[in-house]
Nanobody, 120 residues
Framework: QVQLVESGGGLVQPGGSLRLSCAAS????????MGWYRQAPGKERELVAD???????SYADSVKGRFTISRDNAKNTVYLQMNSLKPEDTAVYYC??????????????WGKGTLVTVSS
């Protein structure tokens, strides 16, 4: 069974940095697009950044120049390096991936989320 397992959230002061990781666990699958979304209290879930298997990335305007998404295809893992964090970055961050797993075909998967809190 395919699962996305996130790690790296926590409490950080404004201006600080955090690195999130998300690994697709299981086996016998192929991972295509991977990305990070976030949902702040009282707000809708929004795309933060995504990256295709070839490495081309895109970002929300609110994080451009501060966040960097990357991936290790051999490890089926996506990372989100977050620098110059602001209080408005506080949210639950969710990993997302398009995965082809032969018993189930192509599907979109979500992780359970990891909380990032930016506060002094």
């Amino acid at each position: 069974q395919v699962q996305l397992v996130e790690s790296g959230g926590g409490l950080v002061q404004p201006g600080g940095s955090l690195r999130l990781s998300c690994a697709a666990s299981g086996g016998g699958f192929s991972v295509y697009n991977m990305g990070w979304y976030r949902q702040a209290p009282g707000k809708e879930r929004e795309l933060v950044a995504d990256i295709i298997s070839g490495g081309t990335a895109s970002y929300a305007d609110s994080v451009k120049g501060r966040f960097t998404i990357s991936r290790d295809n051999a490890k089926n893992t996506v990372y989100l390096q977050m620098n110059s964090l602001k209080p408005e970055d506080t949210a639950v961050y969710y990993c997302n991936a398009d995965i082809f797993y032969p018993p189930l075909g192509g599907r979109n998967y979500w992780g359970k989320g990891t909380l990032v809190t930016v506060s002094s």
